[in-house]
């Protein structure tokens, strides 16, 4: 599978919620060597807290493909996920994740906690890092200021 393609993809996807303001995290669904599902985090027009960029781009791909079990399905994130994000991929049993920059904040696959390869669980996810991760990590570089802005912005909303 061409990891730095697939990687390309989430990275447009990143974008575009940068674009938007959010932080730029992007990802994609692959199955048999094609895209199934591309999406990024819907928690502030859903108000849903669940709906992050990989919870998203899972219920798209198990919604097109008819079914809720993606045992051949490998995700691409443009950082790594955070531990409901790698439970929700380890509860469908994807068969991989693949993201760019580690997540030293909350990331459960490797950063922080390591829950996709815990042999207390009866699943495991195959993991691999640092796909493309100078183009992400520039992403997030660029992102720091849009993020620091929506604090302000919230902070002064709940002030008034
Ligand atoms: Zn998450």
Known sequence: MNYELFMG????EA????????APIGAVAVV????????????HESNDPTAHAVIVALREA?????RNRLADATIF??????????????????EALVFAVSNQVDGAAGGVLQLAQDGRL??????????????????FAEAGPVERLRLAERLKAAAS
Request: glycine fraction near 6%; charged fraction near 30%.
């Open 15 to 22: 974008q575009l919620a940068l674009d938007q303001g959010k």
């Open 32 to 43: 048999n060597d094609a895209m199934v599902a591309r999406a990024h985090d819907k928690v």
């Open 122 to 139: 009866n699943r495991k996810l195959k993991v691999v890092s640092g796909i493309r991760c100078e183009e992400a990590e520039e992403l």
């Open 62 to 66: 198990a919604r097109k493909l008819g």
């Open 77 to 94: 994130v443009t950082r790594e996920p955070c531990p409901m994000c790698v439970g929700a991929l380890l509860a469908c049993d994807v």
């Open 9 to 12: 993809e989430a990275l447009a």
